[in-house]
């Protein structure tokens, strides 16, 4: 394990940020976002130790840095902190980058070093070869298009760039599907809760929503035709729902169906989508990258019965990175950019 230099004014300023309410600094999200670090069942202590070796295994000192998905930009902040030369975060939840933008004030970093931007992980707007480093921490398995992710991100690396990924959305961990399952039909059939809200920032379960973007399409259906349209539709998203109506009206049917049925139906983002680690890497190494596996790493307290078996199991994977893609819940891959 590398063991964490910190730079202590700013790691102090957020471990006193985490034993105190912040809602006069903060919004309510960020308390939410971080309850365990709030409630001390996660140890901001090893966040910071996992910013670190995030830091040391993608070289981003003096490197210029890409943070897409940032959220509150904590990540981004103690990367510019370690040493890395520009750090531009960027995600496209506006009360996210507000909150991004009073830590950047509350740390007191006026140097411009580290940027909070509003905008698209599919269209972050970029010019190619930008950056040494491009960070997709946690944010694949909820973007609506991998595909398109894979395809735009990678030329925004100069050549010899990294490429890192975590998300804890393991496919191949099967107890992840027992245990984002009741998560998945909270958002898709209700009731919206604390915890579905603010994990898809809509007020109606997708059901709901796909039922009102279908009457507004076409007011006079009968309740059974409208309730087949829902049901056929689950998965879709904006214009495929539209398509699907048409389709209806044309044949009295809906012939296309989506395999992951869990997905917000006006933006096209996912509440947690599975993913299959080997896969993103195959993808990626047909884009000319060389990609290996990291070992997974826990944010929890190592500490009691649960915390000696992941010790054990963190320990095994740092000598066998890979088998963290079928023995983790998480996965985290490392690409560099070959040469031209």
């Not at 001390?40 to 995030?54: A, M, N, T, W």
């Not at 389709?247 to 169906?257: F, I, L, Q, T």
């Not at 060389?290 to 994977?317: D, E, H, M, W, Y």
């Amino acid at each position: 394990m590398i063991e964490p230099t910190y730079p202590h004014l700013i790691f102090e300023k957020f471990d006193q940020l985490f034993r105190h309410e912040v809602e006069i600094l903060l919004p309510p999200y960020f308390s939410h976002y971080f309850r365990g670090f709030f409630s001390g069942e996660r140890s901001f202590e090893r966040y910071v130790d996992y910013f670190y070796e995030v830091f040391k295994v993608t070289k981003a000192d003096k490197a210029r840095v890409l943070d897409i998905g940032c959220g509150f930009g904590l990540m981004s902040i103690f990367l510019g902190s370690f040493g890395a030369a520009e750090v531009f975060g960027v995600d496209l939840d506006a009360e996210k980058i507000a909150g991004f933008k009073s830590l950047l004030k509350y740390v007191d970093i006026k140097d411009g070093s580290i940027k909070a931007e509003l905008g698209d992980a599919l269209d972050v707007g970029y010019p190619p070869n930008s950056f040494d480093v491009i960070l997709a921490n946690d944010v694949l398995s909820h973007i609506r298009s991998i595909d398109i992710f894979l395809e735009q991100v990678p030329p925004l690396l100069k050549p010899e760039g990294r490429l890192y990924i975590y998300d804890d959305n393991n496919k191949l961990f099967l107890p992840n599907f027992f245990r984002y399952r009741k998560f998945w039909e909270m958002c898709e059939k209700g009731p919206v809760s604390d915890i579905t809200y603010r994990g898809t920032d809509e007020q109606l379960p997708f059901a709901d929503m796909r039922r009102e973007m279908i009457l507004k399409l076409e007011p006079n259906f009968y309740l059974s035709e409208l309730k087949y349209l829902v049901d056929k539709t689950v998965g879709m998203y904006g214009k495929e729902i539209e398509s699907a109506v048409y389709e209806y009206k044309d044949a009295g049917k809906v012939r296309s169906r989506k395999g992951f049925k869990f997905r917000n139906p006006r933006t096209g983002e996912f509440p947690e989508r599975p993913l299959n680690p080997f896969r993103i890497s195959e993808i990626l190494r047909d884009q000319g990258f060389s990609c290996s596996a990291l070992p997974t790493f826990f944010f929890g307290n190592l500490t009691g019965f649960k915390g000696n078996i992941k010790r054990s199991l963190q320990q095994i994977f740092w000598l066998i990175p890979s088998l963290s893609f079928i023995m983790a819940p998480s996965f985290r891959i490392l690409c560099l950019k070959r040469k031209a």
